[in-house]
Protein backbone atom coordinates (compact mmCIF):
# COMPACT_ATOMS: atom_id res chain seq x y z
CA UNK A 1 0.00 0.00 0.00
CA UNK A 2 1.37 3.56 -0.97
CA UNK A 3 0.30 6.32 0.46
CA UNK A 4 0.64 10.00 1.55
CA UNK A 5 3.49 10.91 -0.19
CA UNK A 6 4.57 14.61 0.51
CA UNK A 7 5.15 17.14 -2.52
CA UNK A 8 4.41 20.53 -3.08
CA UNK A 9 0.75 21.90 -3.55
CA UNK A 10 -0.43 21.33 -6.68
CA UNK A 11 -0.52 24.53 -9.58
CA UNK A 12 -4.36 25.49 -9.19
CA UNK A 13 -6.11 27.25 -7.16
CA UNK A 14 -9.17 24.88 -6.93
CA UNK A 15 -6.58 22.02 -6.41
CA UNK A 16 -5.27 24.61 -3.27
CA UNK A 17 -8.45 24.07 -2.37
CA UNK A 18 -9.32 20.75 -2.12
CA UNK A 19 -6.12 19.93 -0.25
CA UNK A 20 -6.73 22.43 2.43
CA UNK A 21 -10.56 21.00 2.55
CA UNK A 22 -9.06 17.52 3.04
CA UNK A 23 -6.98 18.71 6.08
CA UNK A 24 -9.47 21.36 7.49
CA UNK A 25 -12.85 19.56 7.04
CA UNK A 26 -14.45 21.68 9.59
CA UNK A 27 -13.44 25.16 8.51
CA UNK A 28 -14.45 24.52 4.63
CA UNK A 29 -17.72 25.62 3.40
CA UNK A 30 -19.46 25.53 0.29
CA UNK A 31 -19.52 23.02 -2.63
CA UNK A 32 -16.56 21.80 -4.12
CA UNK A 33 -16.20 20.10 -7.49
CA UNK A 34 -14.08 17.42 -8.02
CA UNK A 35 -12.67 15.15 -11.11
CA UNK A 36 -12.90 11.81 -11.13
CA UNK A 37 -11.33 9.75 -13.71
CA UNK A 38 -10.51 6.24 -14.68
CA UNK A 39 -7.66 5.40 -17.35
CA UNK A 40 -6.34 1.97 -19.17
CA UNK A 41 -2.77 3.70 -19.34
CA UNK A 42 -1.37 0.22 -21.06
CA UNK A 43 1.69 0.90 -18.51
CA UNK A 44 1.98 -2.83 -18.26
CA UNK A 45 5.46 -4.57 -19.65
CA UNK A 46 6.26 -7.91 -20.54
CA UNK A 47 9.25 -8.15 -17.21
CA UNK A 48 9.42 -7.22 -13.59
CA UNK A 49 11.26 -3.81 -13.48
CA UNK A 50 10.82 -2.78 -17.08
CA UNK A 51 8.13 0.10 -16.08
CA UNK A 52 10.56 1.25 -13.34
CA UNK A 53 13.19 1.53 -16.22
CA UNK A 54 10.75 3.17 -19.13
CA UNK A 55 9.64 6.04 -16.52
CA UNK A 56 13.60 6.17 -15.59
CA UNK A 57 14.06 7.48 -18.78
CA UNK A 58 13.49 10.75 -20.09
CA UNK A 59 13.03 9.77 -23.69
CA UNK A 60 10.36 6.68 -23.33
CA UNK A 61 8.02 7.97 -25.85
CA UNK A 62 4.84 6.43 -25.24
CA UNK A 63 5.22 7.88 -21.24
CA UNK A 64 6.19 11.42 -21.81
CA UNK A 65 2.82 11.24 -24.11
CA UNK A 66 1.11 9.91 -20.69
CA UNK A 67 2.34 12.41 -18.78
CA UNK A 68 0.69 15.80 -20.69
CA UNK A 69 -2.38 13.59 -20.98
CA UNK A 70 -2.74 13.27 -17.59
CA UNK A 71 -1.53 16.70 -17.31
CA UNK A 72 -4.44 18.60 -19.72
CA UNK A 73 -7.26 15.73 -18.23
CA UNK A 74 -6.64 17.26 -14.96
CA UNK A 75 -8.05 15.18 -12.48
CA UNK A 76 -8.49 15.72 -9.39
CA UNK A 77 -8.64 11.59 -8.41
CA UNK A 78 -7.67 9.54 -10.82
CA UNK A 79 -7.75 5.02 -11.14
CA UNK A 80 -5.19 3.95 -13.48
CA UNK A 81 -5.83 0.33 -14.68
CA UNK A 82 -3.11 -2.08 -16.50
CA UNK A 83 0.04 -0.04 -14.50
CA UNK A 84 2.58 -2.87 -13.01
CA UNK A 85 2.49 -2.82 -9.12
CA UNK A 86 5.85 -3.45 -7.39
CA UNK A 87 6.19 -3.67 -3.37
CA UNK A 88 7.99 -0.51 -3.11
CA UNK A 89 6.04 1.64 -5.18
CA UNK A 90 8.95 2.45 -6.95
CA UNK A 91 7.03 2.43 -10.47
CA UNK A 92 4.39 5.09 -9.42
CA UNK A 93 6.44 7.47 -6.77
CA UNK A 94 8.40 7.93 -10.34
CA UNK A 95 5.60 8.50 -11.96
CA UNK A 96 4.34 11.17 -9.58
CA UNK A 97 7.45 12.42 -9.75
CA UNK A 98 7.38 13.00 -13.76
CA UNK A 99 3.83 14.18 -13.20
CA UNK A 100 5.05 16.66 -10.41
CA UNK A 101 7.84 18.50 -12.98
CA UNK A 102 4.77 18.85 -15.53
CA UNK A 103 3.08 20.55 -12.89
CA UNK A 104 0.44 18.88 -11.67
CA UNK A 105 1.37 16.91 -8.13
CA UNK A 106 -0.59 13.57 -6.27
CA UNK A 107 1.34 13.69 -2.93
CA UNK A 108 -1.62 10.58 -2.22
CA UNK A 109 -0.94 7.22 -4.07
CA UNK A 110 -2.66 4.05 -3.31
CA UNK A 111 -1.90 0.32 -4.27
CA UNK A 112 -2.04 -3.05 -3.90
CA UNK A 113 -0.60 -6.37 -4.57
CA UNK A 114 -2.92 -7.44 -7.64
CA UNK A 115 -4.26 -11.01 -9.22
CA UNK A 116 -2.55 -11.14 -12.18
CA UNK A 117 0.20 -13.16 -12.60
CA UNK A 118 -0.50 -14.51 -9.13
CA UNK A 119 -0.20 -18.56 -9.70
CA UNK A 120 -2.69 -20.61 -8.31
CA UNK A 121 -1.04 -23.64 -8.55
CA UNK A 122 -3.50 -26.12 -11.08
CA UNK A 123 -3.38 -25.90 -15.02
CA UNK A 124 -6.01 -23.40 -15.58
CA UNK A 125 -5.56 -23.63 -19.42
CA UNK A 126 -5.55 -27.38 -19.84
CA UNK A 127 -1.89 -27.98 -21.26
CA UNK A 128 -0.68 -29.94 -19.46
CA UNK A 129 1.81 -27.74 -17.21
CA UNK A 130 1.24 -25.40 -14.59
CA UNK A 131 2.70 -22.07 -14.19
CA UNK A 132 2.12 -19.85 -17.13
CA UNK A 133 0.77 -16.85 -17.42
CA UNK A 134 -3.22 -18.20 -17.78
CA UNK A 135 -2.54 -20.32 -14.72
CA UNK A 136 -2.56 -17.25 -12.67
CA UNK A 137 -5.41 -15.54 -10.11
CA UNK A 138 -5.21 -13.13 -13.27
CA UNK A 139 -3.49 -13.40 -16.84
CA UNK A 140 0.39 -12.24 -15.67
CA UNK A 141 3.22 -12.95 -16.99
CA UNK A 142 4.80 -12.25 -13.42
CA UNK A 143 3.23 -10.97 -10.28
CA UNK A 144 2.14 -7.67 -9.85
CA UNK A 145 1.56 -7.11 -13.79
CA UNK A 146 -1.30 -4.94 -15.06
CA UNK A 147 -2.51 -4.13 -11.84
CA UNK A 148 -4.39 -0.43 -10.73
CA UNK A 149 -3.31 2.51 -8.74
CA UNK A 150 -4.99 5.46 -7.28
CA UNK A 151 -3.60 8.55 -7.61
CA UNK A 152 -5.18 11.35 -6.00
CA UNK A 153 -4.93 15.05 -4.90
CA UNK A 154 -6.88 14.75 -1.73
CA UNK A 155 -6.17 12.62 1.27
CA UNK A 156 -6.45 8.53 1.31
CA UNK A 157 -7.78 6.96 4.20
CA UNK A 158 -5.94 3.90 3.72
CA UNK A 159 -6.62 2.39 6.95
CA UNK A 160 -10.04 2.24 6.06
CA UNK A 161 -9.85 1.10 2.72
CA UNK A 162 -11.09 -3.07 1.92
CA UNK A 163 -9.69 -5.30 -0.50
CA UNK A 164 -12.06 -7.78 -1.99
CA UNK A 165 -9.32 -9.34 -4.10
CA UNK A 166 -9.10 -12.83 -2.27
CA UNK A 167 -13.07 -13.38 -2.68
CA UNK A 168 -13.83 -16.47 -4.14
CA UNK A 169 -15.70 -17.18 -7.64
CA UNK A 170 -17.26 -20.10 -6.20
CA UNK A 171 -18.85 -17.59 -3.43
CA UNK A 172 -20.70 -15.84 -5.79
CA UNK A 173 -24.67 -16.30 -5.91
CA UNK A 174 -25.63 -17.69 -9.39
CA UNK A 175 -21.94 -17.87 -10.52
CA UNK A 176 -21.48 -18.67 -14.37
CA UNK A 177 -18.27 -21.14 -13.32
CA UNK A 178 -17.90 -23.93 -16.27
CA UNK A 179 -19.11 -27.30 -15.69
CA UNK A 180 -16.53 -29.48 -14.64
CA UNK A 181 -13.98 -27.22 -12.97
CA UNK A 182 -11.49 -28.68 -10.74
CA UNK A 183 -12.95 -28.75 -7.34
CA UNK A 184 -9.45 -28.20 -5.96
CA UNK A 185 -9.22 -25.01 -8.02
CA UNK A 186 -12.52 -23.78 -7.32
CA UNK A 187 -11.06 -23.96 -3.52
CA UNK A 188 -8.39 -21.18 -4.25
CA UNK A 189 -10.09 -19.30 -7.42
CA UNK A 190 -10.50 -15.68 -7.09
CA UNK A 191 -13.31 -13.63 -8.74
CA UNK A 192 -11.55 -10.53 -9.26
CA UNK A 193 -9.27 -10.49 -12.19
CA UNK A 194 -6.78 -7.66 -11.19
CA UNK A 195 -8.78 -6.82 -8.05
CA UNK A 196 -11.81 -4.86 -6.04
CA UNK A 197 -11.23 -2.06 -4.02
CA UNK A 198 -13.08 0.55 -1.33
CA UNK A 199 -10.44 3.48 -0.93
CA UNK A 200 -11.93 6.46 0.93
CA UNK A 201 -10.98 9.23 -0.41
CA UNK A 202 -11.39 12.03 2.17
CA UNK A 203 -12.92 15.49 0.86
CA UNK A 204 -14.77 18.39 2.86
CA UNK A 205 -17.93 16.64 3.34
CA UNK A 206 -16.84 13.43 4.39
CA UNK A 207 -14.94 10.20 2.69
CA UNK A 208 -15.84 9.23 -1.13
CA UNK A 209 -15.06 5.97 -1.76
CA UNK A 210 -13.49 4.47 -4.99
CA UNK A 211 -14.96 1.34 -5.81
CA UNK A 212 -12.69 -0.05 -8.23
CA UNK A 213 -11.78 -2.69 -10.59
CA UNK A 214 -10.56 -4.04 -13.75
CA UNK A 215 -12.34 -7.18 -15.22
CA UNK A 216 -10.69 -10.35 -17.27
CA UNK A 217 -11.56 -9.24 -20.84
CA UNK A 218 -14.63 -11.90 -22.15
CA UNK A 219 -12.42 -13.75 -24.78
CA UNK A 220 -8.66 -15.82 -25.28
CA UNK A 221 -10.69 -18.64 -23.95
CA UNK A 222 -12.51 -22.18 -25.33
CA UNK A 223 -15.78 -23.12 -26.04
CA UNK A 224 -16.45 -23.61 -22.07
CA UNK A 225 -16.30 -19.19 -22.44
CA UNK A 226 -13.92 -18.85 -18.88
CA UNK A 227 -13.42 -15.15 -19.06
CA UNK A 228 -16.81 -14.44 -20.73
CA UNK A 229 -18.62 -16.48 -17.54
CA UNK A 230 -15.79 -14.52 -15.43
CA UNK A 231 -16.17 -11.07 -16.92
CA UNK A 232 -20.31 -11.60 -16.18
CA UNK A 233 -19.72 -12.70 -12.69
CA UNK A 234 -17.54 -9.54 -11.78
CA UNK A 235 -19.53 -6.99 -12.87
CA UNK A 236 -22.32 -8.88 -11.01
CA UNK A 237 -20.02 -9.11 -7.84
CA UNK A 238 -20.83 -4.98 -7.63
CA UNK A 239 -24.42 -5.27 -8.51
CA UNK A 240 -24.36 -7.91 -5.18
CA UNK A 241 -22.42 -5.98 -3.36
CA UNK A 242 -24.36 -2.87 -3.60
CA UNK A 243 -27.65 -4.84 -2.98
CA UNK A 244 -26.00 -6.46 0.29
CA UNK A 245 -26.11 -9.47 -1.18
CA UNK A 246 -22.51 -10.65 -0.35
CA UNK A 247 -21.35 -10.96 3.05
CA UNK A 248 -19.56 -7.58 2.84
CA UNK A 249 -20.89 -4.41 4.64
CA UNK A 250 -21.66 -1.84 1.71
CA UNK A 251 -19.96 1.33 1.43
CA UNK A 252 -22.14 4.16 2.96
CA UNK A 253 -22.74 6.59 -0.17
CA UNK A 254 -21.47 8.18 -1.70
CA UNK A 255 -19.60 6.26 -3.65
CA UNK A 256 -18.14 5.89 -7.19
CA UNK A 257 -17.83 2.74 -9.25
CA UNK A 258 -14.63 3.15 -11.31
CA UNK A 259 -12.50 0.98 -13.61
CA UNK A 260 -12.26 -0.91 -16.92
CA UNK A 261 -14.96 -3.79 -17.00
CA UNK A 262 -13.44 -4.76 -20.21
CA UNK A 263 -17.19 -5.19 -21.62
CA UNK A 264 -19.52 -2.92 -24.21
CA UNK A 265 -23.01 -3.33 -23.70
CA UNK A 266 -24.39 -3.11 -27.22
CA UNK A 267 -21.15 -4.40 -29.26
CA UNK A 268 -18.48 -6.84 -29.28
CA UNK A 269 -17.76 -10.16 -27.10
CA UNK A 270 -19.29 -11.10 -24.38
CA UNK A 271 -21.90 -11.83 -21.69
CA UNK A 272 -23.85 -8.42 -21.61
CA UNK A 273 -26.63 -8.91 -19.31
CA UNK A 274 -24.03 -8.73 -16.51
CA UNK A 275 -23.01 -5.11 -17.30
CA UNK A 276 -26.52 -4.04 -18.38
CA UNK A 277 -27.64 -5.07 -15.26
CA UNK A 278 -24.78 -3.52 -13.27
CA UNK A 279 -25.74 -0.44 -14.87
CA UNK A 280 -29.31 0.02 -14.55
CA UNK A 281 -28.72 -0.82 -10.79
CA UNK A 282 -30.61 2.39 -8.81
CA UNK A 283 -27.77 2.83 -6.47
CA UNK A 284 -25.82 3.82 -9.32
CA UNK A 285 -26.07 6.94 -11.97
CA UNK A 286 -24.31 6.03 -15.75
CA UNK A 287 -23.20 10.05 -16.91
CA UNK A 288 -23.14 8.78 -20.08
CA UNK A 289 -19.78 10.50 -21.05
CA UNK A 290 -19.09 11.13 -24.22
CA UNK A 291 -16.04 12.44 -26.67
CA UNK A 292 -15.82 14.66 -29.14
CA UNK A 293 -14.39 12.83 -31.78
CA UNK A 294 -17.37 12.83 -34.04
CA UNK A 295 -16.76 9.10 -35.34
CA UNK A 296 -19.70 7.31 -36.80
CA UNK A 297 -19.34 3.13 -36.30
CA UNK A 298 -22.62 1.87 -39.01
CA UNK A 299 -21.49 -1.61 -38.24
CA UNK A 300 -21.94 -0.99 -34.33
CA UNK A 301 -25.34 -0.53 -31.98
CA UNK A 302 -24.09 1.75 -29.55
CA UNK A 303 -23.15 5.58 -29.64
CA UNK A 304 -19.67 5.87 -30.79
CA UNK A 305 -19.06 9.05 -28.68
CA UNK A 306 -19.35 6.45 -25.54
CA UNK A 307 -16.31 4.51 -26.60
CA UNK A 308 -13.35 4.38 -24.82
CA UNK A 309 -10.79 2.43 -26.52
CA UNK A 310 -10.17 1.58 -30.40
CA UNK A 311 -9.18 -1.35 -31.33
CA UNK A 312 -7.51 -2.17 -34.59
CA UNK A 313 -10.11 -4.61 -36.58
CA UNK A 314 -12.83 -4.35 -33.85
CA UNK A 315 -13.66 -0.33 -34.09
CA UNK A 316 -14.40 1.67 -31.13
CA UNK A 317 -15.75 -0.15 -27.84
CA UNK A 318 -17.33 1.31 -24.58
CA UNK A 319 -14.92 -0.64 -21.64
CA UNK A 320 -14.12 2.10 -19.30
CA UNK A 321 -16.29 3.61 -16.52
CA UNK A 322 -17.15 5.98 -13.84
CA UNK A 323 -20.34 5.46 -12.37
CA UNK A 324 -21.38 7.69 -9.37
CA UNK A 325 -23.63 6.95 -6.33
CA UNK A 326 -27.42 8.21 -7.32
CA UNK A 327 -26.95 11.05 -4.91
CA UNK A 328 -23.93 12.78 -6.05
CA UNK A 329 -24.76 15.96 -8.11
CA UNK A 330 -22.71 15.36 -11.34
CA UNK A 331 -21.82 18.34 -13.35
CA UNK A 332 -20.01 17.30 -16.07
CA UNK A 333 -18.62 13.99 -17.97
CA UNK A 334 -16.64 12.96 -21.26
CA UNK A 335 -14.43 10.48 -22.69
CA UNK A 336 -10.95 12.47 -23.41
CA UNK A 337 -11.02 11.48 -26.96
CA UNK A 338 -10.56 14.93 -29.16
CA UNK A 339 -11.12 15.30 -32.90
CA UNK A 340 -8.23 13.57 -35.15
CA UNK A 341 -6.73 17.24 -35.77
CA UNK A 342 -6.82 17.96 -32.16
CA UNK A 343 -3.66 18.84 -30.20
CA UNK A 344 -3.61 16.11 -27.89
CA UNK A 345 -4.44 13.77 -30.36
CA UNK A 346 -0.71 12.44 -30.89
CA UNK A 347 -0.51 12.06 -27.67
CA UNK A 348 -3.66 10.00 -26.71
CA UNK A 349 -2.69 8.06 -29.86
CA UNK A 350 1.12 7.07 -28.56
CA UNK A 351 -0.06 6.56 -24.81
CA UNK A 352 -2.65 3.76 -24.87
CA UNK A 353 -5.53 2.36 -26.75
CA UNK A 354 -8.11 3.48 -24.23
CA UNK A 355 -8.96 7.08 -23.45
CA UNK A 356 -9.39 8.81 -20.18
CA UNK A 357 -12.98 9.02 -18.90
CA UNK A 358 -13.83 11.78 -16.37
CA UNK A 359 -16.80 12.55 -14.38
CA UNK A 360 -17.42 16.00 -12.68
CA UNK A 361 -19.00 15.68 -9.02
CA UNK A 362 -20.04 18.54 -6.79
CA UNK A 363 -20.16 17.82 -3.02
CA UNK A 364 -21.77 20.11 -0.76
Known sequence: MISDLPTLPGRLNRVLALS??????????GAETLRIATWNASLDRTGPGLLVRD?????????????????????????????DYDRGG????????RLAAAGIDYPHRFALRPNTGLQTG??????????????????????????????SRLAIDTEAARDFSGFLWRDLPGALIPEG?????????????????????????????????????????????RNGRRNHDEAAFWRLFLDGALPIQPPSA????????????????????????????????????????????????GDPALDTVLYDGLGGLRLDYVLPSSG???????????APDGLLAPDLAAASPHFPVWVDIDLP
Open 20 to 29: FAACSLPLVA
Open 55 to 83: LARADDPQIAALVRVLVDLDADVILLTAV
Open 90 to 97: VALGLLAD
Open 122 to 151: FDVDGNGRIGDPRDAQGFGLYSGQGGMAVL
Open 181 to 225: TDPGLLAVQRLATTGFWDVPVLTASGPVHLLAWHATPPVFDGTED
Open 254 to 301: PFILLGDGNLDPEDGDGLRDGMTALLAHPALQDPRPQGLHGRVEPAHQ
Open 328 to 338: LKVTGSGVLWP
